[in-house]
Structure formats: C-alpha cells, structure tokens
C-alpha cells in the first residue's frame, strides 16, 4: 500500500514531466535534500536543468551550487557563476551572496572586491543576514576597502 507522501510524490513527479516549473524545482530539491526520497544528485540536477531552462531562479541557484561543490556534475567554477549569475539577475539573494563571494575569494574569476561589495550590498539590501554579516566583515578589516568602524 502506498503512503500519502509517495502519492504526494507521484503527483509532483506527473507534474514536473508535463512540464510545470515548479513541480520541477520541487522534484529537484527533494531528489537534491533526500526529502522524502532518496537523495540522488543527479535526478536532483536534470530536474533543475529543466525548471532553469523555464527561468525559475532558484534552479538556477541550486545548479550553481551544484557546480560549486561538484555535487553530481564535476566540479566547475564557471559554470557555478554563470548560474548564479542568471538567477542572481531575478534578485535572488542567495545568488547574490554567493557571487559576493565568488568575487571575494577569486573563484573561477579574478578576485575583486569592488564586485565582492557591491553584490553584498545588494544582497543586504534585500535583507540576507549573512550578507550583512559579510558586508561588515569587510569594512571593519579593511579588506578592498578603507577600514571602517562605523
């Protein structure tokens, strides 16, 4: 007998085959967290493949930290930023954090904290602590910047 969450599942899966991005992402994150599943990073790659192809930006995301890891797929800075980059396009504050941090740490690009800043201030902007924290971080050190307290 089949429990509610694998009918849940199926439903979602039926879904994403029929083409709805966010069954898609759904099905994506599930296979990525083992969330209800069992983790498998490459069903979680091919289905946020398909749901970044339709724009949605957290696919986008999730396939740039997949590139960043090396999580399913071999492991590809460029491809990383590319991806974030897209989604970091929509306003995603989580890809605007991570290219704040492409930026800061020289990963598969020339390090440059110019960028690094900008892209925390706008992750801050829209309220991500962690880029707060980063922002801060940078000021207080003086690290691409003149040191400041305040």
Do not use: P, W
Not at 38 to 58: R, T, V
Request: charge should be negative.
């Amino acid at each position: 007998m089949e429990t509610k969450s694998s009918d849940n599942f199926l439903c979602v899966l039926e879904a994403a085959k029929k083409g709805d991005v966010n069954a898609q992402f759904t099905i994506g994150l599930m296979y990525y967290k083992g969330a209800g599943v069992e983790q498998n990073y490459i069903n979680a790659f091919n289905y946020f493949k398909l749901a970044s192809e339709q724009g949605d930006s957290g696919a986008q995301y999730n396939l740039g930290v997949m590139y960043y890891y090396g999580e399913g797929v071999k492991q590809d800075f460029t491809k990383a930023f590319y991806y974030c980059r897209l989604s970091a396009e929509q306003g995603n504050e989580d890809a605007l954090l991570s290219l704040a941090n492409m930026y800061e740490k020289g990963n598969s690009l020339q390090q440059d904290y110019d960028k690094a800043i900008y892209y925390y201030q706008l992750a801050s902007d829209r309220g991500n602590i962690h880029a707060q924290f980063h922002l801060g971080y940078v000021y207080y050190n003086g690290i691409g910047v003149e040191q400041n307290f305040a």
